[in-house]
């Protein structure tokens, strides 16, 4: 964006809220966004004070909130790696630790994936980010109980649906 107005440009470009607090980065530390911890928490971009990444856990820290968190908790996200290539074990890991300690906390986890996901598919503004969103998905299907599959790849489908003309013949993209 062209400009004579300085202020305009500051309002695109703004600072990390992330830190990170070892020298070694967590395998999982990729997948922590500003974004996703606003949603997980339900709040505003600009509320978040600090995201602090340390040895075992996220630290996050916005006004009255401050939690640490798993970074197991956050889902993975499209990266320049390719999912298959997603340390799949430590989500797996914590979703089978959550169902042996607290129903109530794998359910806040998981209906917070899943409105995370169909937010991440509704900003899609191509097939092509929507299929590696789906890909991303398809590597959790193992780990998700099949009533979150069946949501998401619903939702998955009718966003899908945007991309396709009227009378195409394109197979659907199976979240598998």
Known sequence: MITDNPSEL??????????HKRSKQHPL??????????LKFNLKI????????????????????????SYADFPPIVTEKKPTEFPVA????????????????????????TRFYQERFSECANPRQLKQW????AILK??????IIETLRE?????????LPV??????????
């Open 46 to 69: 600009e509320d978040i004070h600090r995201i602090e990444l340390w040895d075992r856990l996220v630290y996050v820290y916005a006004g009255k909130l401050s939690r640490f968190v």
């Open 10 to 19: 500051t309002s695109a470009i703004r600072k990390s809220k992330i830190i």
């Open 155 to 163: 939702f998955y489908r009718s966003i899908q649906s945007h991309f």
């Open 134 to 137: 789906g890909e991303v998905v």
């Open 90 to 113: 430590y989500w797996s890991e914590r979703l089978r630790k959550l169902h042996k300690q607290d129903q109530s906390k794998k359910l806040v986890l998981l209906t917070w994936w």
């Open 29 to 38: 530390a990729r997948f922590i966004t500003e974004e996703a911890v606003a």
């Open 167 to 176: 009378n195409s013949t394109t197979p659907h993209l199976q979240v598998s």
């Open 142 to 147: 193992p780990s998700l109980p099949d009533p």
